[in-house]
């Protein structure tokens, strides 16, 4: 995909929406194209919503500065959490996917979320993993290790700087897939983690709210998000937590 | 360490395309970094206070901004707003170009002020002007001694270049972090990456100490 | 011809040249000495305004210095002036160090000035040397090509700051011959120089400065044979 | 662009630990890049190849690696295997150092070649030993001169510090980017941070420039 | 005591000395003249080994200089260099240039170093001048510390490369003088320089060289006034 083209007008607008693909299976460049679950679930919105619109592949900075700014970016998706904070600088759409924080480690020790509080724990910077952290034992955890991505913070477990990872369970998935021969042990605690809901990021008072939001309501309901869910994840989601959270 | 060719191999042409980029930026850069550098630093020598205190401040503070900052304002700032281009190549060309150009300038100045000020007065007392005596007598002995200090630039450009992937310019940063995405590995992707900046900065400096000896010997 | 009237010239707080008044006339050959320091060099740099000066005032064939309507590039055409350590440009050949000023300022086209530079090579015998750089002359080859280069501009005047102290005693000949030559065809010099051979021979006036001061003039004969001043003197009994 | 105030009135605290952190970082690494630097510098001088050699490739290597790879492969490879340390701040030193090393090599290699020859020479006729005559004659007065590029050397550390971030060492731009995750805004920590980077850079360079004049008029 | 047998130089490809041999008695005061060029510094910074030499030997005081068992440092404490270009430590006091060598080598303790120097600066007439910096010296100033620093580690022999070619026609006379009353004191000195007057005055010997050969030798007299060679004949013309 590429940003550059203006949307010329006499046609219907080409809406540009941007990600930043470095986030397996939610969303990566797969020899050079860029794929993953929200890819796909985009697309079915956009077709939904009956809109033209293309996708490119935005650095984590540049995402943010251009979807605020509302210029070269109308839109982004990139596994937004939507948090109170957040709201204040943008528009987000209906939430459209729940997303589970795992632990994982190699230590005995560790058996709940709880367990962390006198380790030393990865997160990646900007990740709900992190906000779960924080929520949990507050900001200034000294032990908390914010890693610009979540590949650094893995390698830093394998070499025993840290002694646990903190991440969605998509991505914990996707490394242990990748990294079979490794002895990690993977926890859920959802007592403790509070599940996080994804958004689709929207510049503040944006026009698109209104199209996107019946058209990813539609999506959750008519069975495609359940395809895609099951495509990229092989399980079946929980689309009513989604519907009722609003 | 274990390393996964398959990714290597699967990211090849990307990396192929992205070192393209990455030289077709550098080369740019280098080409207008220079120009500028060089009206800089005969700014930042004029006699007049008023005309050197601007372009003095100009060199304060890009060497004090870090990169990725000063090409965050240039892509948001400058690219679109000034010239209308939201390209992030040119944006990237642009702020590499800023930020070597105040380099630059310092190690042209430095190159003027190292040749003897004999060489000028005997200029200037044949009736030649300043600009004549500068552009016949001075700089095409300055030039010889910028040399070296100008490959020192270039190789850090040619490294600087890899933050212009944060304006999503397709160079070989880019295709690193790309390829790290996927896999969840890093390895593979950034050796690769720095084997190919290792060539391309020793290429570089072969070339130009070459160029340096030929000069020397005329 | 050069009028001075009233020289004063400071470096920051300390004053080099205190009130130096001197005419040269049209031919004539003026021989300055003095002790180092004595601020010989700066009295010939102002001459030609690579100083400026504080108070007084130059006027070289009848222009005034300091007007400011002058176009100093103007009258340095005028005034050639060869200097201690040469200063031949090191990236040009012989050849291309004459023509450049001809060429860039004179506007002379190429044939032409090459073909003055060729003549000027063979009045200080270094004809076969045109292709040659600098760096691989002798230091009085590298001084005579300074003459060649300053002659090419036909000036006027023609000033030295002595032109063979940074000589090898071999070489100081070649030099001074080739500066009797340029005396005798009646070039108005200025030089400043510890040849007292030379200012004997050529001199029209030979003028003692120190501490700023023109301390004692007159012609050669009266100033090294029966100078009036103790420090003249002094000055000249360890030189001599 | 609309700036929200209270971010960064929040994160105060936060990039005042975060300055503290990288002043430190730098200083440590100027003083070890320094004094490793002079050690490579000299073994570059040395008569022999076969000393000289190594010390070349180390200088070649070093400058062509991207510091972002350079201080992966330290932290991983390097850090804890070798010293047992998985600490980013002792990576972020190291990596610096070593970098720094190689810049301040060629520095230090220039300044004691642009000696004039004759102060080795007058200094062995005496009876001198190489060290003797570089220890109290040749490095005094060259040191003089290295301070210029010194100082941009230092200055280029100290944005260079910033990629400290990627192995989680808590300083500048790690605040600024953990501000950027939780608000999802950019300018107000990456301007607030481009201010503080200048005020060092520039504190810096007043405070050697006057170490220069100092040491110019002694 | 000198003894050079046959020794060849070559710089690249060509030979600069080309098979000279000298011996220099004890106490004997011998002065190099020769045309630029012709090897006589290369001859000087040889018996110094701040050139090594190709084919040849050279013993100093009795210990050949290419033997691999001869500390280098050990031979040149006892001979003492002076430059044509002073090369005083431009960051180190008048006392500091003196003493440091006496101190770092010798191993003198700084009292006695001081005193030996503050004898050595009496001796060429800089009392006064110890705690000055280098670059506020005059010519024949710098001149006279670097005879008095290379006298400071006591050699037995003395070496001199054209110590007055750079130097003001005033300040020769300074230099000269303390040269030749090192030379009354029975040094043993091999002195390279175009000052004729002070090789008549004292040399025991005076040699000229000339393309990397010794063309000539004798007593000054013979020299001078009635030189053999042609080529003698016609470099003394131009120098004297
Ligand atoms: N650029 C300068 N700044 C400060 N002082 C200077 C400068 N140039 C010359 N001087 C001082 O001015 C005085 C006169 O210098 P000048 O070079 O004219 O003397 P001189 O008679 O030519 O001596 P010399 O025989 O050594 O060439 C000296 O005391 C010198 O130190
Ligand atoms: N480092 C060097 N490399 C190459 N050639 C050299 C070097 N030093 C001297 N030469 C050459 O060796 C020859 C002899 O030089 P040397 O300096 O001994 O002459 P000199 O008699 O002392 O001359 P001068 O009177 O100019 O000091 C010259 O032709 C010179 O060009
Ligand atoms: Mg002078
Ligand atoms: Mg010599």
């Known amino acids: 995909g590429n940003t550059d083209k203006q949307a010329s007008g006499g046609s219907a607008k080409k809406y540009k929406f941007g990600t930043d693909a470095t986030w397996a299976p939610q969303e990566y460049m797969e020899n050079g194209k860029i794929v993953g679950f929200d890819v796909d679930f985009l697309e079915a919105v956009m077709k939904e919503a009956k809109l033209d619109y293309e996708l490119s592949n935005v650095e984590w900075n540049s995402f943010l500065a251009e979807v605020q700014e509302g210029k070269k970016l109308d839109g982004g998706i990139s596994s937004v959490t939507i948090n109170d904070e957040r709201i204040k600088s943008y528009d987000f759409s209906i939430p459209y996917f729940e997303s589970t924080n795992m632990i994982i480690t190699k230590q005995d020790g560790i058996k709940t979320a709880l367990d962390l509080k006198d380790k030393k724990i990865g997160v990646q910077n900007a990740t709900t993993g992190q906000t779960v952290i924080e929520d949990l034992f507050g900001k200034e955890l000294k032990g908390l290790n914010k890693y610009e991505n979540i590949t650094m913070a893995f390698m830093e477990l394998d070499n025993g700087g840290i002694d646990a990872v903190v991440a969605d369970n998509m991505i914990v998935n996707e490394y242990l897939k990748n990294n079979p021969n490794k002895q990690y042990k993977a926890l859920y605690d959802k007592t403790n983690f509070a599940s996080e809901f994804y958004g689709i990021l929207l510049p503040k008072g944006s026009e698109l709210k209104a199209k996107l939001d019946p058209a990813v309501k539609a999506v959750l309901e008519n069975g495609k998000y359940a395809e895609i869910y099951k495509k990229w994840y092989g399980s079946e989601p929980d689309v009513k937590v989604l519907l009722d959270k609003k | ?218 | 011809m050069i009028r001075m009237t009233n020289l004063k010239k400071s470096y920051g707080e300390t004053e080099v040249i205190k009130g130096v008044s001197l005419h040269v006339h049209h031919k004539e050959v003026v021989v300055i000495i003095g002790p180092s320091g004595s601020g010989k060099s700066t009295l010939l740099r102002c001459m030609n305004l690579l100083e400026s000066y504080n108070e007084g005032e130059i006027e070289i064939e009848g222009v005034r210095l300091t007007d400011k309507q002058t176009d100093i590039n103007l009258v340095r055409r005028e005034v050639g002036m060869v200097f201690q350590r040469f200063n031949l440009f090191p990236h040009l050949s012989v050849l291309r160090n004459i023509t450049l000023a001809p060429m860039q300022v004179r506007k002379l086209d190429e044939t032409a000035a090459k073909t003055k530079a060729y003549e000027l090579l063979e009045k200080v015998g270094l004809s076969e040397k045109a292709d040659v750089y600098p760096p691989s002359l002798s230091g009085g080859q590298a001084q005579r090509v300074a003459i060649a280069r300053a002659l090419a501009m036909q000036p006027k005047i023609m000033l030295f700051d002595e032109p063979t102290a940074s000589l090898d005693p071999e070489m100081v000949g070649e030099v001074i011959t080739v500066m009797k030559q340029l005396a005798h065809e009646g070039m108005t010099m200025v030089v400043v120089t510890h040849e007292i051979g030379f200012a004997r021979e050529v001199a029209d006036r030979v003028i003692f400065i120190d501490g700023g001061y023109i301390v004692e003039e007159g012609k050669p004969k009266e100033i090294f044979d029966n100078p009036k001043h103790e420090r003249t003197k002094s000055f000249l009994s360890k030189v001599l």
Not at chain 2, 23 to 50: E, Q, V
Not at chain 2, 57 to 70: A, F, H, K, M, S
Request: glycine content about 6%; overall charge positive; proline content about 3%.
């Open chain 2, 1 to 218: 360490m274990d390393i996964r060719w398959d990714i290597i191999e699967t990211y090849a042409p990307f990396f192929l395309q992205g070192t393209l980029l990455t030289i077709g930026i550098c080369l740019a850069s280098i080409f207008f970094g220079t120009i500028l550098g060089l009206g800089i630093g005969l700014g930042r020598m004029s006699k007049h206070k008023i005309i050197r205190t601007p372009f003095t401040v100009y060199v304060d503070i890009i060497r004090g901004t870090p990169l990725l900052v000063l090409i965050m304002i240039v892509h948001f700032g400058i690219s679109t707003p000034v010239f209308g281009i939201s390209n992030g190549i040119f944006s990237a060309i642009l702020s590499l170009s800023l930020n070597s150009a105040a380099y630059c300038a310092e190690i042209f100045r430095a190159g003027v002020q190292s040749i003897d000020r004999g060489q000028m007065e005997a200029a200037r007392s044949l009736g030649l002007s300043h600009y004549k005596a500068m552009r016949f007598v001075i700089l095409p002995q300055a030039i010889k001694r910028m040399i070296p200090p100008f490959v020192n630039e270039f190789i850090v450009l040619i490294k600087d270049s890899s933050l212009a992937s944060i304006v999503a310019a397709k160079e070989l940063m880019y295709w690193a972090k790309a390829a790290q995405g996927q896999y969840l590995r890093v390895w593979e992707s950034y050796l690769t990456i720095a084997i190919i900046y290792l060539i391309l900065t020793l290429t570089l400096s072969k070339v130009l100490n070459r160029l340096e000896r030929k000069y020397r010997t005329e």
